[in-house]
């Protein structure tokens, strides 16, 4: 068995726009086979963008976003542990200074699992052992 994290992108387009996904992370997706996670700090972000009306989600609200990842999607829901929190100052600070995706990273490093992300900016981040898929 594989495991995948979302990046918060690949989230949202995996719920509305399933067409904006790479070939490769929608077979990964629907491979029952492979675990895909969705990050807690993901739903954070999201509710965050919301409220500071950077982001604008057509079809649901966050807490429906949420059901319809663990119901519909049957993706697992991933929380942040005390252990990641409190080691996240181990990942450097590359390039990257968004701390959501820093977090997400630091998450997908910490568990071994592979970030489905577009974010080409992640790559600087291969070397600190982070997989990406896209």
Same mark, same amino acid.
């Given at each position: 068995?594989?495991?995948?994290?979302?990046?918060?992108?690949?989230?949202?387009?995996?719920?509305?726009?399933?067409?904006?996904?790479?070939?490769?992370?929608?077979?990964?997706?629907?491979?029952?086979?492979?675990?895909?996670?969705?990050?807690?700090?993901?739903?954070? !972000?999201? #509710?965050?963008?919301?409220? *500071?009306?950077? &982001? =604008?989600?057509?079809?649901?609200?966050?807490?429906?976003? %949420?059901?319809?990842? !663990?119901? #519909?999607?049957?993706?697992? *829901?991933?929380? &942040? =542990?005390?252990?990641?929190?409190?080691?996240?100052?181990? %990942?450097?600070?590359?390039?990257?200074?968004?701390?959501?995706?820093?977090?997400?990273?630091?998450?997908?490093?910490?568990?071994?699992?592979?970030?489905?992300?577009?974010?080409?900016?992640?790559?600087?981040?291969?070397?600190?052992?982070?997989?990406?898929?896209?």
């Amino acid at each position: 068995m594989n495991g995948y994290l979302l990046d918060t992108h690949s989230f949202l387009w995996s719920i509305e726009q399933p067409e904006k996904l790479s070939h490769s992370a929608i077979e990964t997706i629907l491979n029952t086979q492979n675990v895909i996670y969705v990050s807690s700090i993901t739903f954070w !972000e999201i #509710s965050l963008k919301i409220a *500071l009306k950077k &982001l =604008s989600v057509e079809s649901y609200t966050p807490i429906e976003l %949420l059901k319809v990842a !663990e119901e #519909s999607m049957r993706f697992v *829901l991933l929380p &942040l =542990s005390p252990i990641e929190a409190a080691s996240f100052h181990q %990942l450097p600070l590359i390039q990257h200074k968004d701390p959501f995706d820093r977090m997400l990273i630091w998450q997908a490093i910490s568990r071994g699992l592979a970030l489905i992300s577009k974010d080409s900016q992640f790559e600087d981040y291969q070397k600190c052992g982070l997989q990406i898929l896209w």
